[in-house]
Nanobody
Framework: QVQLVESGGGLVQPGGSLRLSCAAS????????IGWFRQAPGKEREAVSCISSRFGSTWYADSVKGRFSISRDNAANTAYLQMDNLKPEDTALYYC??????????????????????RGQGTQVTVSS
């Protein structure tokens, strides 16, 4: 059974950085678009970023554009979310999802809001002084 495992969360001061990882075995990673979502207590789920399966196109929410960077290493079956200049409003549970799709990133993320093939349990990010 495929398991997605996120790591890299933690407590960081405003302005700090974290790099989240999302890893899985037993699948052909390159066939999947990878998305990151976040959810804070009392708030709706928010789509954060996506990287496509083909060509590695990317999409970012306006709230993180210019601060976050998504990447993938298909040989290692791992995706990353580099988060810089973190703000208190970035505090949330972050989780990754996989969707087997050739769509470019924006379209893949739109589909991921409705369904996905795999989802991780999440890693907590807390931004506080």
């Amino acid at each position: 059974q495929v398991q997605l495992v996120e790591s890299g969360g933690g407590l960081v001061q405003p302005g700090g950085s974290l790099r989240l990882s999302c890893a899985a075995s037993e699948i052909t990673w390159g066939y999947y678009a990878i998305g990151w979502f976040r959810q804070a207590p009392g708030k709706e789920r928010e789509a954060v970023s996506c990287i496509s399966s083909r060509f590695g196109s990317t999409w970012y929410a306006d709230s993180v554009k210019g601060r976050f960077s998504i990447s993938r290493d298909n040989a290692a079956n791992t995706a990353y979310l580099q988060m810089d200049n973190l703000k208190p409003e970035d505090t949330a549970l972050y989780y990754c999802v996989l969707l087997r799709s050739p769509l470019e990133a924006r379209q893949a993320m739109a589909m991921m809001t409705r369904r996905n093939d795999y989802r991780g349990q999440g890693t907590q990010v807390t931004v506080s002084s």
